[in-house]
T-cell receptor, first 113, second 115 residues
Framework: NAGVTQTPKFQVLKTGQSMTLQCAQD?????MSWYRQDPGMGLRLIHY???????DQGEVPNGYNVSRSTTEDFPLRLLSAAPSQTSVYFC????????????FGEGSRLTVL | AQKVTQAQTEISVVEKEDVTLDCVYE???????LFWYKQPPSGELVFLIR??????QNEISGRYSWNFQKSTSSFNFTITASQVVDSAVYFC????????????FGKGTMLLVSP
């Protein structure tokens, strides 16, 4: 079982460029989410999805788009990257329900110059 | 609004010392879950424990123990006889907020264990 797979693991962008961080899970989890981790800030929720076709904003959604066309995939799009989006991004998935236990990917380190 | 406070930004101990990491939370939910995650220098997030709001029993797992006190909204984590491999950033997290499927994290406590 691969669990939650994120690609790429590292990426350098120039300001204004666009890119997509990919996230795939093979555990048939309904819930998926994206977090960003910045030094001294912990992890903050960007967007989340409770099923295919359903997404919603988290704490820090500005500058990011998401879609959920399948249960397995939850890509995070940066349409016009800014230096403030330099961060480590984590994708997570969980079973439907209220336990909140998340399974995390290994993270994607993004640098915007 | 949900909030998790880890007041200790960084803790340094010498191997074999006991160390307690503090976590205080705020929530209006009556049902919620509390978590601890470990992030070693390699960067991945390692799940340590989940505790639901109705279970205030302390839990021990090897050298790790957790003290959940609803009266003080705290969920503290103690490592007994610390080892160099315990060096990591530790995050306390709370379920709920946007949805139960998401977590509100504290800012983390960096633990450095010296030989």
């Amino acid at each position: 079982n691969a669990g939650v797979t994120q690609t790429p693991k590292f990426q350098v962008l120039k300001t204004g460029q666009s890119m997509t961080l990919q996230c795939a899970q093979d555990m048939n989890h309904e819930y998926m989410s994206w977090y960003r981790q910045d030094p001294g800030m912990g992890l903050r929720l960007i967007h989340y999805s409770v099923g295919a076709g359903i997404t919603d904003q988290g704490e820090v959604p500005n500058g990011y788009n998401v879609s959920r066309s399948t249960t397995e995939d939850f890509p995070l799009r940066l349409l016009s990257a800014a230096p403030s989006q330099t961060s480590v991004y984590f994708c997570a998935s969980s079973l439907a329900g209220d336990t909140g236990e998340l399974f995390f990917g290994e993270g994607s380190r993004l640098t915007v110059l | 609004a949900q909030k998790v406070t880890q007041a200790q930004t960084e803790i340094s101990v010498v191997e074999k010392e006991d160390v307690t990491l503090d976590c205080v939370y705020e929530t209006r939910d009556t049902t919620y879950y509390l978590f601890w995650y470990k992030q070693p220098p390699s960067g991945e997030l390692v799940f340590l424990i989940r505790r639901n709001s109705f279970d205030e029993q302390n839990e021990i797992s090897g050298r790790y123990s957790w003290n959940f006190q609803k009266s003080t909204s705290s969920f503290n984590f103690t490592i007994t006889a610390s080892q160099v491999v315990d060096s990591a950033v530790y995050f306390c997290a709370l379920s709920g907020g946007f949805r139960y499927s998401t977590l509100t994290f504290g800012k983390g406590t960096m633990l450095l264990v010296s030989p």
